[in-house]
């Protein structure tokens, strides 16, 4: 998210340019609308949300600041990740070790608050391996029926992942 660009890219992040996940040309485009702006400010972003079939439910956030380069840098990482500057890091992301990405990851931020605020109500105690399903943010409009109809959490990842699996999904 930048928010020179008023919120660009945002949630379409992988479609930004228009092909889904190319990432080339939605960082190409991103350079292209920030060539003359000076305040590069930007912050990657995380929300996930645990559903019961009860529709109870719960969310954890989590955010990563930095700014955007004027240039890509490094090769590690995927999306923005050879644009986005983390100053904790010193580095982009893309020259950050996955050890040294995950530090600051808002990512693992998210998943942290999300279990932080589940367990201190005990819940997960109630939740086995085989109750959980996976949705892709496309399939968001399923997850209150699955989870009615098979009575299993749903835990819904908002960020667009590349990397998930297909196997990872029900």
């Known amino acids: 998210v930048v928010p020179a660009l008023n919120g660009e890219p ?3 992040s992988a479609r ?3 092909e889904v996940h190319n990432n080339v040309a939605n960082i190409q485009l991103l350079l292209r609308k920030m060539e003359n702006i000076t305040d ?7 929300v996930l949300v645990l559903m019961y079939p009860d529709g109870q439910y719960y969310y954890g956030e989590g955010s990563a600041r930095g700014t955007i380069t004027r240039s890509r840098r490094g090769f590690n990482g995927f999306g923005y990740d050879s644009v986005f500057y983390s100053p904790q890091l010193k580095k982009t992301f893309a020259e950050a070790s996955f050890v040294e990405k995950q530090s600051v990851s808002h990512r693992l931020q998210a998943v942290n608050d999300l279990f932080r605020k589940v367990n201190a109500r005990n819940e997960l105690k109630k939740i086995s391996e085989n109750d959980i399903l996976f949705f892709r943010p496309s399939q968001r409009r399923n997850i209150g029926m699955v989870s009615r109809r098979y009575g299993r959490v749903g835990l819904y990842f908002l960020c667009r992942r590349r990397d998930f699996r297909r196997n990872a999904y029900a």
């Not at 590069?40 to 995380?46: I, L, N, S, V």
């Open 10 to 12: 945002g949630v379409y």
């Open 16 to 18: 930004y340019a228009g």
């Open 40 to 46: 590069r400010e930007a912050y990657m972003q995380t």
